[in-house]
């Protein structure tokens, strides 16, 4: 069974971006199996579904590459305070009541959240990542989850730590499940709260099971300079010596990466993904996300958690990474609006490893967003690309299709009860804030 | 005739911020007569109408201090180029061939975006004003409209000037129509466009009949050095001498005022308009709010026009305001999400001198908004403001009243005909664009 989408505009990109007016574009299970303007050529079958596109575009899904989605349980708890007082009496506090049950109700208010407004697929690092597994799958969204591993005792052996042992059982029983929607990376949380042995014994193991890494780096000043103090390096030249990037890594924030930390991320084909609204709202900085694209880096777009955006809206991150730079630059070319929309798909499947998403592409994976274009702020079309980018709403989005199978189509969920999800979330905030 | 909404909870503010949950407010015509939560103690006629508020919250309507409304016509339209290039060859080519019926729609289709993301008043600077003025009439929102003036000739006479004439007649027309709805203000373009004489004629002409005065000042860092040399001064400096800040200033941009520029206006009690998205887009740069706000100045936030920004999104500003000055200045206190907030109401109406607007209170006029709160991304409810301020979309306005009269309920529009507005701005796009 497919579907067919017929007279819909089309953005994608091999290496340009291109937008194809009135085509059709068909899947087949969950591959996409047709992009092209001509109807005739396409195999239909008797079960195949016709949608009508006249007046609306298609983009591939978002690829949210770095968040904790959990958290959308604290999203704008404790709110506009220092860093320090936000997370030590905080943040903190509240984290060690989470149990399994929360952070799966968590889970699913953010998919709500993330679907409604086109994201397909995200990349996690949180902790009882079985429960969102389990919601991953339920929902249908694509995911590559971690478990986040942190230990600061310089110790030599590693083999009972409790929380490699978790992510290794995650690993072993949920990468690849749901026909590869789901894959399970490692996470060495920060250099800040993992040791250079504990660092090099996680790269062990993933390497050993051919996993990814996912960590934040150089998020902070202080991350940057408690870095040289103690190892003599910046936090890429630390992780780099200790041979993380020998595997594919997910190097979320860098907001103060050197040029040269960027030279070795590019040789390393480290992917570089922005965060630009925690970044601004914790005040860490503006990561220096202009030169990363000249030194041809893979910069992908992330939300972080809920707790410090306070949203899980991609839109808003693509209209960030395209005027801030600009603005603290002052250069209006610094990132191009179409450069913001490549982060926000492609080079956030990319970095993630989902080599056959990212595209409106024959032999693709069937992630697709219809958005719908008649509403005031798409008038009048001189550029598409520039109104999606600058002036869209993630209310705008339609249609949502992960791996051929429709979530969400006109404010109503396929997989997900919002009723129950919303039931449970009052209810988990009760046990949580209110006693 | 009024309207009761009932079981809602309401922002406003006197000095705090101050969240009433369960109220009951109740305009009467133009104005709010009770906002409590008593419902008892209201007096209803039979005409009255109830709305049920319960799980919605009101608002405020934003105030969109500077914009240039018909410039929807451009949005998107030669995007992401230099700010000469952009300027010179494509906008001002455009502009020269633009007609009083364009600017008619194009303000139209600036409306319909305005009024349903829940804009009730707005502060322009454009040319063609009486279609701008007999737009807003139709559409039932609050303006402050002005006539750009630019007259770079150093002459000692400018009582011949059209422009003035023009703007004299508008005046003369408008101010205080429809119920004080639309009032009119002088709007010297910027120091680059108008010689001081000409200034100084403006000020003179809006004293005598006791107009406010809009201004662009100190856009970009060339505006800022071209000051500095051809006058000795920095722009604000320079306007404080012509004597222009006599009389109640609006001031948009601001992007380079000094310290001192800032002390200046604050003895002025000059309005200083933050544009956050139009300055970081064309690489203005970020002008110094926090500081303005120490200093006691009242920060207003406005769009600028949609072809550098681009879209009429008070909630995109109000978001941008309170997340980029944390980044730049690496302090997450920079700007509170409450202080965005007040900048995108109360304060706009202070700055455009509509006294009784901009709050929820009793004897103010029933400018306001109903909010949907039943989305995932207001989810759970930590904390209101922090929520309306970081996470919600433009599409979470539900209802929209100015002067205790309706405009927009549930997606429909009461007072503008969308299709008949979608067909002008196509003609009207045709002739500019295609032809």
């Given at each position: 069974m497919?579907?067919?989408?017929?007279?819909?505009?089309?953005?994608?990109?091999?290496d340009?971006?291109?937008?194809?007016?009135?085509?059709?574009?068909?899947?087949?299970?969950?591959?996409?199996?047709?992009?092209?303007?001509?109807?005739?050529?396409?195999?239909?079958?008797i079960?195949?579904?016709?949608?009508?596109?006249?007046?609306?575009?298609?983009?591939?899904?978002?690829?949210n590459?770095?968040?904790?989605?959990?958290?959308?349980?604290l999203?704008?708890?404790?709110?506009?305070?220092?860093l320090?007082?936000?997370?030590?009496?905080?943040?903190f506090?509240?984290?060690?009541?989470?149990?399994?049950?929360?952070?799966?109700w968590?889970?699913?208010?953010?998919?709500?959240?993330?679907?409604?407004?086109?994201?397909?697929c995200?990349?996690?690092?949180y902790?009882?990542?079985?429960?969102?597994?389990?919601?991953?799958?339920?929902?249908?969204?694509?995911?590559l989850?971690?478990?986040?591993?942190?230990?600061?005792?310089?110790?030599?052996?590693?083999?009972?730590?409790?929380?490699?042992?978790?992510?290794?059982?995650?690993?072993?029983?949920?990468?690849?499940?749901?026909?590869?929607?789901?894959?399970?990376s490692?996470?060495?949380?920060?250099?800040?709260?993992?040791?250079?042995?504990?660092i090099?014994?996680?790269?062990?193991t993933?390497?050993?099971?051919?996993?990814?890494?996912?960590?934040?780096?150089?998020?902070?000043?202080?991350?940057?300079?408690?870095?040289?103090?103690?190892?003599?390096?910046?936090p890429?030249?630390?992780?780099?010596s200790?041979?993380?990037?020998?595997?594919?890594?997910?190097?979320?924030?860098?907001?103060?990466?050197?040029?040269?930390?960027?030279?070795i991320?590019?040789?390393?084909?480290?992917?570089?993904?922005?965060?630009?609204?925690?970044?601004?709202?914790l005040?860490?900085?503006?990561?220096?996300?202009?030169?990363a694209?000249?030194?041809?880096?893979?910069v992908?777009l992330?939300?972080?958690?809920?707790?410090?955006?306070?949203?899980?809206n991609?839109?808003e991150?693509?209209?960030?990474?395209?005027?801030?730079?600009?603005g603290v630059?002052?250069?209006?070319?610094?990132?191009?609006?179409?450069?913001a929309?490549?982060?926000a798909?492609?080079?956030?499947?990319?970095?993630?490893?989902?080599?056959?998403?990212?595209?409106i592409?024959?032999?693709?994976?069937?992630?697709?967003?219809?958005?719908?274009i008649?509403k005031p702020h798409?008038?009048?079309?001189?550029?598409?690309?520039s109104?999606?980018s600058?002036s869209?709403?993630?209310?705008?989005?339609?249609?949502?299709?992960?791996?051929?199978k429709i979530?969400?189509?006109?404010?109503?969920?396929?997989?997900?009860?919002?009723e129950?999800?919303?039931?449970?979330?009052?209810?988990?905030?009760?046990?949580?804030?209110?006693?």
């Amino acid at each position: 069974m497919g579907y067919t989408i017929e007279n819909v505009t089309v953005i994608t990109w091999d290496d340009e971006l291109k937008i194809t007016k009135n085509a059709t574009v068909k899947t087949d299970g969950s591959k996409i199996s047709y992009v092209g303007s001509k109807a005739d050529d396409i195999n239909e079958s008797i079960t195949d579904i016709r949608i009508d596109g006249t007046g609306k575009v298609l983009i591939p899904g978002f690829v949210n590459a770095h968040t904790h989605i959990p958290m959308t349980l604290l999203r704008s708890y404790a709110d506009d305070l220092n860093l320090q007082t936000w997370l030590f009496d905080h943040i903190f506090k509240i984290e060690d009541k989470l149990n399994d049950d929360d952070v799966y109700w968590g889970t699913q208010l953010g998919m709500l959240e993330m679907i409604a407004g086109g994201t397909t697929c995200f990349c996690d690092m949180y902790y009882f990542v079985d429960k969102i597994a389990n919601a991953t799958s339920e929902s249908g969204m694509r995911a590559l989850l971690s478990r986040g591993l942190t230990n600061d005792s310089d110790i030599d052996d590693y083999s009972d730590d409790y929380r490699i042992k978790e992510a290794i059982d995650t690993f072993t029983q949920w990468n690849g499940a749901d026909n590869n929607r789901i894959r399970v990376s490692f996470a060495p949380h920060a250099i800040y709260t993992c040791a250079p042995n504990y660092i090099r014994a996680i790269r062990d193991t993933a390497q050993k099971l051919g996993a990814y890494i996912h960590v934040h780096i150089d998020e902070t000043m202080k991350e940057h300079n408690d870095s040289l103090s103690q190892y003599g390096m910046t936090p890429v030249q630390h992780l780099n010596s200790i041979g993380l990037f020998d595997l594919p890594t997910i190097a979320a924030h860098c907001v103060h990466v050197t040029d040269e930390d960027m030279d070795i991320m590019k040789e390393k084909n480290v992917s570089f993904v922005h965060n630009p609204g925690s970044n601004l709202k914790l005040g860490s900085g503006i990561a220096p996300v202009p030169k990363a694209l000249q030194k041809g880096l893979n910069v992908a777009l992330g939300t972080d958690g809920a707790s410090s955006n306070n949203n899980l809206n991609m839109w808003e991150e693509m209209n960030l990474a395209a005027l801030i730079h600009k603005g603290v630059t002052m250069d209006p070319l610094a990132v191009k609006a179409e450069e913001a929309f490549k982060m926000a798909t492609v080079n956030g499947a990319r970095a993630l490893g989902f080599n056959t998403v990212g595209q409106i592409k024959q032999g693709f994976n069937a992630d697709m967003v219809l958005i719908d274009i008649s509403k005031p702020h798409y008038f009048p079309e001189h550029n598409l690309v520039s109104n999606l980018s600058y002036s869209a709403q993630a209310s705008d989005v339609e249609t949502v299709f992960v791996d051929g199978k429709i979530l969400y189509d006109k404010g109503e969920y396929k997989t997900l009860d919002k009723e129950k999800i919303y039931y449970n979330i009052k209810r988990v905030y009760k046990r949580l804030f209110l006693t």
